[in-house]
Each structure stands twice: as structure tokens, then as C-alpha cells.
């Protein structure tokens, strides 16, 4: 398939601040190439969505970004990430994870109380202090502190999908990271708790650069801000969520999103 020149990525408006960028990204799992030659800017402070069919790559380029592919597949191309690129053999995995989280499809909280599912993220990254009040904050970052302020003790898995998400969310927040990274965050969730997240997101992006893969194209257009679309592990299409939405540049965009696509 021939490479898109995506110079401006069709973009109406350039942002002025970028979180992440990643140039030239390739990923292989072994000899089959995924993810082609993918170069996008994530803004600083908004929402990105990845979108596209089943198969396309978003994930793989997803995963890549905070280094979970390593030991899976060959990624090739740099991710720069405060002046760094991050893709570099000798850059420290842990440090990255810590500043680039990802909450994954499936809620995944730990078999321990609720209060523990925070506090031992913390103690994992040596962030010993006030230990109560940053369990509280991160709750109350991710909308679950009301649900849970009086049952902390108790086990994480008696909560319900959409709250056990929440708490994974604010797992992943408790430990300060920059951006987040969500692989389908709400697509085992029932449409009441799927709507809380995306609530909850629009109060999270004020304070993280998300980056979010979803098949749900209403999502996409309600909670992002910016809409990359990927097809056949190309991204061909990125732009405001708005403009890309009502006026697609590529056949295969306006195809995916008016439901003409397979
Ligand atoms: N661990 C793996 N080993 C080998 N091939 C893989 C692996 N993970 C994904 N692939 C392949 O890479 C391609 C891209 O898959 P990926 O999961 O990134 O797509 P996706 O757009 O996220 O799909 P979906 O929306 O179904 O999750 C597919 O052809 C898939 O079969």
C-alpha cells in the first residue's frame, strides 16, 4: 500500500502544545509489519481518539507508545516525549510507564480492598506520603470517592464494571503520570457507566493528554477533542474530532464512519 503524505495531517487548526509525538512508527510482529510509518502529534491537555476497523492497528500503535510492546513485537521509528525519544533501548521502561499509563479494555483491579488498590500503586512507585490523602484524590479524580468513601476496606472486585474501571482509572492517575493511554476503557461497560467515564474524562484532560482507542463512533465524537483514523495499519486520516467527523478528506474515513466499511 503506498504511504499517505500526511504533512499537516490535514489538521484546520495546529495545536501549539504537543505531549507526544511519534515519527516515522513502524511495528512488526515478526515478519508481518501491523502499524505503518505512523507520525502523529498528540496535544497537550485534549483528547485523542484512535479509531478505525477491527485489525487496523490501533492498539499495536497504542501499546507501543508507553513501551508494552517490547518483548511482543519490533518497534522501529521514534516516540518523543519531553525532548526524549523514548522508543531508545536504554530508556528506563518503568519511568516511562510511570509518566505514560495505560488503563486497559477489561477492569483489571488488583484481588484487595479498594483503599489497597491505590496505596500499593503508590508504595510500588515510592510515593510513601500522605498516603490517605492521595488515595482520596485520585477517587475523586476518577468520580468514584462518593461511591466508595465509606466502604474503602472493602474488596475492589465487589464493585461493579464501570466502578472497577473507575478505580482502575484512578489507579492509574494516583501515580502522577502525564498522559493516559485507554485501550477501549468502557467497551464491557453497559451504556449508564460508559457515559460516567467519558463524563469523567472531560474533568481528567484538564490535567492529563489522553489518548483513547474506541470503536464506538458516537464516543469518539462526544468525548475527543482530536480523531486520528487508522486503515490497514496506515494512519491516513487526523484532525479536530469535529472536522474530521463532518468532513472526512478520505474515502476511506467517510466510509468508516457512516458504517460502509468491511
Ligand atoms: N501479539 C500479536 N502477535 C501477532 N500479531 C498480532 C498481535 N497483536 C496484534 N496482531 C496483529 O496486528 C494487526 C493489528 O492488530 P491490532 O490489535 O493492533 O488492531 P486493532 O485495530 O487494535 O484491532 P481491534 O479493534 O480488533 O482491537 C492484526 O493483523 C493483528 O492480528
Known amino acids: 500500500m503506498a504511504t499517505y503524505n500526511l504533512e499537516e495531517h490535514y489538521l484546520t487548526e495546529v495545536p501549539d502544545q504537543i505531549a507526544l509525538e511519534t515519527k516515522h512508527l513502524d511495528v512488526f510482529y515478526g515478519s508481518k509489519q501491523a502499524t505503518f510509518d505512523a507520525n502523529l502529534r ?6 485523542t481518539a ?8 490501533k492498539s499495536t500503535f497504542l501499546r ?18 519531553q525532548g526524549l525519544d523514548i522508543n531508545q533501548a536504554q530508556i528506563n521502561v518503568y ?27 503508590l508504595r510500588e512507585n515510592c510515593m510513601t506520603e500522605d498516603i490517605d490523602q492521595q488515595v482520596e484524590k485520585s477517587l475523586q ?9 465509606d466502604k474503602l476496606n472493602q474488596s475492589a472486585l465487589s464493585l461493579s464494571g464501570g466502578q472497577q ?7 492509574a492517575i494516583a501515580v502522577k503520570p502525564d498522559i493516559l493511554l485507554m485501550d477501549e476503557p468502557t467497551s464491557a461497560l453497559d451504556p449508564i457507566s460508559s457515559r460516567k467515564i467519558e463524563t469523567t474524562l472531560q474533568e481528567l484532560k484538564q490535567h492529563y493528554t489522553i489518548i483513547i482507542v474506541t470503536h464506538n463512533m458516537q464516543q469518539a465524537a462526544r468525548a475527543s477533542d482530536f480523531t486520528a483514523f487508522f486503515h490497514l495499519g496506515h494512519v491516513i486520516e487526523f484532525n479536530q474530532t469535529a472536522e474530521l467527523f463532518t468532513n472526512p478528506r478520505m474515502q476511506a474515513t467517510e466510509d468508516y464512519i457512516s458504517g460502509h466499511f468491511g
Open 42 to 47: 498528540f496535544p497537550k491537555n485534549q483528547i
Open 50 to 57: 484512535l479509531i478505525g476497523a477491527s485489525g487496523s492497528g
Open 64 to 81: 507501543s507508545l508507553n513501551r508494552l510492546n517490547d518483548n511482543v513485537a519490533t518497534v522501529e521509528g521514534a516516540i518523543e516525549y
Open 95 to 121: 519511568e516511562v510507564r510511570k509518566n505514560i499509563g495505560m488503563v486497559f479494555q477489561h477492569p483489571n483491579p488488583f484481588a484487595k480492598s479498594i483503599y489497597e488498590n491505590i496505596a500499593f500503586a
Open 141 to 149: 479524580g476518577a468520580a468514584l470517592w462518593d461511591e466508595v468513601k
Open 165 to 171: 474501571q473507575r478505580l482502575c482509572i484512578a489507579r
